[in-house]
């Protein structure tokens, strides 16, 4: 059984940095693409981050490009989303999703993944 397990959200004043953690068990984390959406009240899910299974290939939204890094440790079986200064329209729930069928030209189309975790609320004040 695949689960993702996001942790590391909280509430932070703008300008402020976190770190989200994405723990991936049931399926070899280096075998799969991972990406990072967020979805914020009354709002579509949207694309943030995507990293490639050896972690070479990164893609990031125009909204966050600049401000956030995406990351994994395969050793670990674990993806990392660095989010720095953060603006008040970052809040929403960040997810992280994975991809069993390997790379997609539609990374950015959270219907092309099929592995979601819970969600991990991101609060950012201004």
């Known amino acids: 059984q695949v689960q993702l397990e996001e942790s590391g959200g909280g509430l932070v004043q703008a300008g402020g940095s976190l770190r989200l953690s994405c723990a991936v068990s049931?399926?070899?984390?280096?075998?799969?693409?991972m990406g990072w959406f967020r979805q914020a009240p009354g709002k579509e899910r949207e694309f943030v981050a995507v990293i490639s299974r050896a972690g070479i290939i990164t893609y990031f939204a125009d909204s966050v490009k600049g401000r956030f890094t995406i990351s994994r440790d395969n050793a670990k079986n674990t993806v990392s989303l660095q989010m720095n200064s953060l603006k008040p329209e970052d809040t929403a729930i960040y997810y992280c999703?994975?991809?069993?069928?390997?790379?997609?030209?539609?990374?950015?189309?959270?219907?092309?993944?099929?592995?979601w975790g819970q969600g991990t609320q991101v609060t950012v004040s201004s």
């Open positions: 999703a994975a991809r069993s069928q390997g790379w997609t030209g539609r990374y950015y189309d959270p219907n092309q993944y099929n592995y």
């Open positions: 049931g399926i070899t984390s280096s075998s799969v693409p």
